[in-house]
């Protein structure tokens, strides 16, 4: 599993750590990267593909204090 920082633009942001499958990462995180845009995810995977891979990621948050390390950064908005 990797950690994944979520991002978003709202003004009580929490930057909210969840947990992802290598799987669910790479869809995420093209080659190399460690950080995306949603709508970018999105506009790649096209719109049922990127829900199917997101979706998980909200049943498996992880407390800052016990995440191992941030492996991605997530943009939202």
């Avoid at 709202?10 to 799987?23: M, R």
């Avoid at 995180?29 to 970018?40: K, Q």
């Amino acid at each position: 599993m990797k950690n994944i920082q979520i991002i978003d633009g709202a003004l009580n942001a929490t930057f909210s750590l969840f947990q992802a499958t290598d799987d669910e990462f790479g869809a995420i995180f093209v080659g190399n990267s460690d950080m995306a845009i949603i709508e970018d995810v999105f506009a790649r995977l096209g719109d049922a593909e990127a829900g199917r891979v997101i979706s998980p990621l909200w049943d498996r948050p992880i407390l800052k204090s016990e995440a191992q390390g941030i492996h991605g950064t997530l943009f939202y908005d």
